[in-house]
């Protein structure tokens, strides 16, 4: 089926430092989202984005955290600065049209020390 | 708000027809019933989905009550491959449509 890829799969930053996790979508996908998973916990939403614009975003979604999707690259999650209760599973997803189903990356497992 | 229901665990054989539960005694007329999987290390993967009728695909078949208050995922023949935490997810069919997840139910397969 369809894929998802995520870059880095694991990344470990000292508390303070940006980060950057770097998501490459199914190719003819236009809607785009990101969920955070605390080890042993459920998965949570954070952010949606379509045509270069968060649509809607959780209170998750720290003033910290900012999406893009330059130019049909990467979708990307940047984290400035990064804190302790950062250290989670972000997982990628992307969808046809927000009425359809998502399909999500393998995660990126992002260590803050 | 947990707007589902379903059993921490569950347990089959390999080969057996499993059955998994979900109570949605509040589902909205405009809501979606939502199945997805998700093994450790891995992003959650699409089984299938419904809204009155009951579905089938490859991987499973979905049985949605007439009320549509509860629904059941039926995995034919597991096997060591469909060990998981498989969560019921609703899905109103109106604004950005985000998934919520649960905890889901862990199914545990025994060779």
């Known amino acids: 089926g369809p894929k998802v890829l995520q870059i880095p799969s694991h990344q470990i930053i000292d508390m303070g430092q940006m980060v950057t996790l770097n998501c490459d979508p199914v190719?003819?996908?236009?809607?785009f989202y990101w969920y955070k998973q605390i080890l042993g916990q459920q998965m949570e939403f954070l952010v949606n984005?379509?045509?270069?614009?968060?649509?809607?975003k959780s209170k998750l979604f720290k003033d910290q955290f900012s999406v893009e999707r330059p130019d049909g690259s990467y979708f990307t999650l940047k984290i400035q600065p990064t804190a302790l209760e950062d250290s989670a599973v972000y997982f990628c997803?992307?969808?046809?049209?927000?009425?359809?189903?998502?399909?999500f990356g393998p995660g990126t497992r992002l260590t803050v020390l | 708000d947990a707007k589902t229901t379903q059993p921490d665990s569950m347990e089959s054989t390999e080969g057996e027809t499993v059955h998994l539960p979900c109570s949605h005694a509040?589902?909205?007329?405009?809501?979606?019933i939502y199945w997805y999987r998700q093994v450790p290390l891995q992003g959650p993967e699409y089984v299938t989905h419904?809204?009155?009728q009951n579905t089938t695909n490859s991987m499973a078949f979905l049985a949605i009550a007439s009320d549509r208050k509860s629904s059941t995922l039926i995995l034919p023949h597991v096997s060591l491959r469909d060990a998981a935490v498989y969560h019921c997810?609703?899905?109103?069919?109106?604004?950005?449509?985000?998934?919520?997840f649960g905890k889901g139910t862990s199914l545990t397969v025994i060779p």
């Open positions: 997803a992307s969808s046809w049209n927000w009425g359809y189903e998502q399909y």
């Open positions: 190719s003819n996908h236009l809607y």
């Open positions: 984005f379509y045509n270069g614009k968060v649509m809607e």
């Open positions: 509040t589902i909205s007329g405009n809501e979606y």
């Open positions: 419904g809204l009155q």
């Open positions: 997810i609703l899905r109103a069919n109106t604004g950005y449509q985000n998934f919520y």
